[in-house]
């Protein structure tokens, strides 16, 4: 078990590392499960991204010496990726790893929160925007009142679109039925496009019928692990966003069950668990692309200055409509503005 421990200490971050440590290696034996959990996230059995948040159910369990069960629940068993955020907040499941633009409009905060188009790639500059600039208390406050707490949250790699037929220009987006949730889909209509709101495991199905003419991605692991590639070879080469910013929520009422302890624990494993989706990440992305490349994928020409115009311009109304959709956005645009002048 230390040694399990000792793993987990060279990536674990943050100032609760001390305390979890100490406190998950004080028994030098096996416990029964105090507390059961039920871990729902967005990705299928054994897809890069399914295998890491596996890992970060296990490192709860090994940190806690087996005092926290976690059960990892994959895309399509038993909760949907539209229904995480509900089923958390109603209990049914304890955890998950929500995709905020599918509940939108339960939580207008967490489209700001993922990352409007146009955002930043800095990863440096992003971990200071929630840590150090008030984004994280704001958010706290935001999922509380929805009966959750919001843990860490972690950096995926840019957002692209990809397409059935090549995007030559800007023009070619007019009419397009396109998978983009949330901003992502405002984005896109500002551009002639249908913006089209489906889960992930859906993707496939819905290129290769026709239901859909493209498709973005959490990121580009997200087309490579889904085989986007087999029915959509097109890739428009401008990001819709540099990251995207997703959290780890917990039903409140079973977080208040556990000893302050615990809840260190369960803190200090999301930390790995975010620096573990950041570093690998940007690994699995590089691979992702060559692998599609050998599958057929193809980049649409670059953009002229013109469509490069058009895109900035498509996402420039979009902080005024998510400032006005409710009080913690206007909070987190208001700080967004303060950075950016």
């Known amino acids: 078990m ?4 000792q793993k987990l200490k060279k990536h674990l971050i943050t100032g609760s590392l001390t305390m979890a440590l100490g406190l998950g290696a004080v028994a030098s034996t096996a ?22 948040y596996e890992n970060f159910a296990k490192n709860i369990e090994t940190m806690s010496n087996g005092r926290i069960k ?11 990726s539209s229904g995480i955020f509900g089923s958390v907040k109603t209990g049914l499941i304890t955890m998950g790893a929500t995709f905020q633009s599918l509940n939108a409009g339960e939580l207008p905060a967490g489209i700001v929160e993922i990352g409007l188009p146009g955002g930043t ?32 949250p972690y950096i995926q790699p840019a957002v692209y679109v990809l397409t059935k037929e090549p995007i030559n220009s800007i023009e070619d987006f007019k009419g397009l039925k396109i998978r983009a949730p949330g901003a ?5 209509r500002n551009l002639g496009a249908s913006p089209v709101s489906l889960s992930w495991s859906e993707i496939y199905t819905s290129l290769s019928t026709g239901v859909i003419d493209g498709s973005i991605g959490s990121n ?66 590089a691979e ?16 002229s200055d013109a469509d490069k115009l058009a895109w900035k311009n498509a996402g420039a109304s979009l902080y005024d409509e998510y400032a006005a959709a409710d009080k913690f956005s206007k909070e987190l645009i208001d700080i967004l503005r303060k950075e950016q002048m």
Do not use: C
Request: hydrophobic share 45%; net charge negative.
């Open 288 to 303: 992702a692309v060559a692998d599609m490349q050998s599958k057929g994928l193809q980049w649409s020409p670059a953009a």
């Open 70 to 80: 976690v059960q990892t629940l994959y895309a399509g068993e038993g909760v949907g």
């Open 121 to 152: 790639s800095d990863v440096a500059e992003l971990s200071t925007l929630f840590h150090e600039k008030g984004w994280g208390p704001i958010l706290e406050r935001a999922y509380a009142e929805q009966g959750l707490v919001w843990l860490d």
């Open 220 to 285: 580009m692991i997200d087309h490579r692990d889904g085989n986007h590639v087999e029915v959509a070879k097109y890739m428009y080469p401008l990001p819709l966003a540099g990251a995207q910013v997703l959290p780890i929520i917990v039903n409140k009422s079973a977080w208040n069950k556990l000893p302050d302890d615990l809840k260190a624990i369960v803190k200090a494993a999301t930390t790995a668990h975010a620096q573990e989706q950041m570093n690998k990440s940007k690994l699995w992305e």
């Open 31 to 52: 416990h029964a499960a105090e507390y059961n959990w039920r871990f729902a996230n967005l990705y299928s059995r054994g897809t890069a991204f399914g295998e890491v």
């Open 2 to 5: 230390m040694k399990a421990i």
């Open 184 to 188: 992502y889909g405002k984005f896109l």
